[in-house]
Every structure is written in C-alpha cells, then in structure tokens.
C-alpha cells in the first residue's frame, strides 16, 4: 500500500454517488468506536447504494488499499476501526427492501439499526428478536458480522440464528448469494468453474481435512461467538451465510440480509428472586432455566445498596425484602 498521500482518492469520489471524506474532521471522528482504541483510517466511505459499494471495492482492490465495515461503532474491542477504508453503511444503506408478515421474514440493508427496524415491524407484532444492550444504535449488519446476542439469548439464541439468506460482495466487488442449500445444491456450487465455486471447494476441503478437530474442539456452548463458525459446517445442508456471521468483515462485505422474525411476547412477567450470597444464587440457575425464561439476569448486593440509596432509583426498590446478598 502506497503512503495516504499518494493514494488517489479523488479518483474514487469521482465514481460514488455517495460521499468520500478524507479530512482531519471525519478522520478523526471515525478513528474510535466505544473501545478503547484509536486507528485513524485512511478515509471514510458513506455509499449511497449497492453500486458505490462495489466501486469502492474494485477499487480498493486494484490500488491494494483495505478496507472495513462499520455499522453503530459500539464495538468494545476496536473491530470497527482499522488503517483502511472505513465504509459507514447508517447514513444511506438502512432501508427495509422487503418484508412478508405472513411467512415472517424482511430483506434489510445492512445500515439499518434493530431499534429502527423493530419500530416498523411493531403493528406487525413481529421484532428481530437479537437484543444487544446497544440496540438503540446497533445495526443489523454489524451485528451479523459480530454474531451478537444479548440477554434474551437463551430464547433466541444469537443473530447466527435469524440470518436466513445474504447478499455478499467479495474483495473484488463480485457478488455472491449466500442460502441454505440441500445435497444436490451444494454439489453442484462444487462443480462450478468460477470464483464462487473455488470458494466452496475450498471450504469442503478445509471441512473434510479438520473435522475431527473441528467435532472435538469446537466448545459445545450457548454463546460462543469467537472464530468463524465451521462446525455450523458438518453436516450435509451447508449456508455459507453461517460462515458470515460473526467474520467481522475478514471475508466479505454484507449488501443484504434476509432475517427470521420472531412475534413479539403478547405479555411480560418479571421474577425478583432473593438469595443470600453469589453462589446460593448460581447454585439455583439450573432450576431457575428450566421455567424457560427469556432472559436471566443477576444483580450483586454493591448495585442493590447503590440503587437504594440513588435519589433517582431509590423509589423503584420497594418491592426489595430485607438485605439481599444477590437477586
């Protein structure tokens, strides 16, 4: 890669119908999200529509600049900033493509944020059932690309769950569709002379070469959201869209998603349990998990004193019963 300098960049906004900022300004607002770390890209991409994405990309790829996508910034751990090419999806790229009710299902852009897409859906008495504590501001691609969850995960699950079909744009701007496929289907992307099916012959081999690691190590729990996704990979009926999420943006760039969605809980209950200390109460979260829950929380004495005694919060904690280690 060249010095930023020397780094044509007016010739790519020449060719977006978007915007393309490579000043002190942008840069600097782009160079955190709600980590700790601080990389100042090289530029900032907003693309106004599918086509500057693959521009960008082509691009990118014929001046060997990299590139990353970025959806609400509210990751913890600096995914979203990087050397490289930021491409923010949330200013044009957040629109419902498509939606059907009755079968449950909508075809969104990756900009969208869940809050957003959770308000349209709401006369539906549908939501995308993933709730990151971010969710005001999280949007849907990032998430895909963190394969995020949330409190109500032992409901739902994670977005891994909920992704049905995408739309993908490789690092040289070429598209792929990315779907559940049965036996045959997956043979024949196997049989394909082109890049797609290179892709898919590769991932078989990897599959067939580590599947007795892969069966073995692979951690058999709830939430795990860390590498890619290859034991989602064992069976017969593949979804290259498994391999996606949770790859934040190392293999592709997401142009839209096809996501399930769940109808909204017609009635709420909540559940205030007492315990004395922190392992009485973790002793009983078998117990507690099998009544089915949507969500589990755990609230030690230190935040139980501070809420009593906050003038803000103090009003809501009559209903606490004598000093609670943990509820």
Not at 176 to 200: A, F, M, P, R, S
Request: with cysteine.
């Amino acid at each position: 890669m060249n010095h930023p300098s020397q780094i044509p960049f007016q010739d790519l906004k020449n060719q977006l119908a978007g915007e393309l900022h490579t000043d002190a300004l942008h840069l600097g607002i782009y160079a955190t999200d709600a980590s700790n770390y601080q990389i100042l890209p090289l530029a900032v991409a907003l693309p106004k529509n599918e086509a500057d994405v693959l521009v960008i990309l082509r691009w990118s790829n014929l001046n060997r600049v990299p590139v990353m996508a970025r959806g609400g910034g509210t990751s913890l751990v600096g995914q979203t900033v990087a050397r490289a090419i930021v491409i923010d999806f949330t200013k044009y790229m957040d629109s419902i493509l498509e939606f059907n009710p009755q079968e449950r299902w909508a075809w969104v852009e990756p900009g969208i944020v869940r809050d957003v897409l959770n308000q349209n859906l709401s006369s539906y008495q549908l939501h995308f059932a993933p709730d990151p504590a971010t969710t005001s501001r999280a949007t849907v691609g990032g998430m895909i690309a963190n394969n995020s969850s949330g409190t109500r995960s032992i409901r739902y699950g994670k977005t891994l769950d909920h992704v049905i079909e995408l739309k993908i744009a490789l690092a040289n701007g070429k598209i792929i569709q990315c779907k559940n496929l049965t036996t045959v289907e997956l043979e024949e992307k196997l049989e394909l002379q082109d890049e797609e099916g290179h892709l898919y012959r590769e991932l078989f081999k990897l599959i067939q070469e580590n599947r007795t690691e892969i069966e073995a190590r692979f951690p058999k729990v709830m939430r795990r959201v860390g590498g890619y996704n290859l034991d989602e990979f064992l069976s017969n009926e593949w979804n290259l869209c498994d391999l996606i999420t949770g790859s934040e943006c190392t293999l592709a760039l997401i142009l839209a998603a096809k996501i399930n969605l769940e109808p909204t809980p017609k009635h709420q209950c909540l559940c205030v349990v007492h315990f004395e200390d922190f392992f009485e109460s973790i002793a009983h979260v078998s117990e507690i998990v099998a009544f089915k829950p949507a969500a589990v929380e755990l609230l030690d004495h230190m935040l139980i004193e501070r809420s009593r005694e906050n003038l803000e919060t103090k009003h809501y904690c009559h209903f606490i019963q004598g000093d609670p280690g943990v509820f």
